[in-house]
Nanobody, 122 residues
């Protein structure tokens, strides 16, 4: 089992950047595929990015491709989401999640953090 805690959210103007972090407990962090998801008010939770166990494979949603970068440091049990060129439509609660399998489906991620709010003003 793994416990996840996100940080780094906040209020930023359009065009700005934020670096989100997700710290994981436990000694088996490298055994998990890590994903970032987001949920805006009144909308379903959507996939943002995921990274493989060792970090060699990444996948992004089309809406963030070229602007966001997911990375991980297995020595620090942490996954990051660098968000650049932020747009008002990126406003949402951002969640990190862990799965044993390579997937972008939120239903297949059993472990979730509590979320961190990102608000982008126009």
């Amino acid at each position: 089992q793994v416990q996840l805690v996100e940080s780094g959210g906040g209020l930023v103007q359009a065009g700005g950047s934020l670096r989100l972090s997700c710290a994981a407990s436990g000694r088996t962090f490298s055994a998990y595929v890590m994903g970032w998801f987001r949920q805006a008010p009144g909308k379903e939770r959507e996939f943002v990015a995921r990274i493989s166990w060792g970090g060699g494979s990444t996948v992004y949603a089309d809406s963030v491709k070229g602007r966001f970068t997911i990375s991980r440091d297995n020595a620090k049990n942490t996954v990051y989401l660098q968000t650049n060129s932020l747009k008002p439509e990126d406003t949402a609660v951002y969640y990190c999640a862990a799965s044993r399998i390579m997937t972008i489906s939120p239903q297949q991620y059993p472990y979730w953090g509590q979320g961190t709010q990102v608000t982008v003003s126009s």
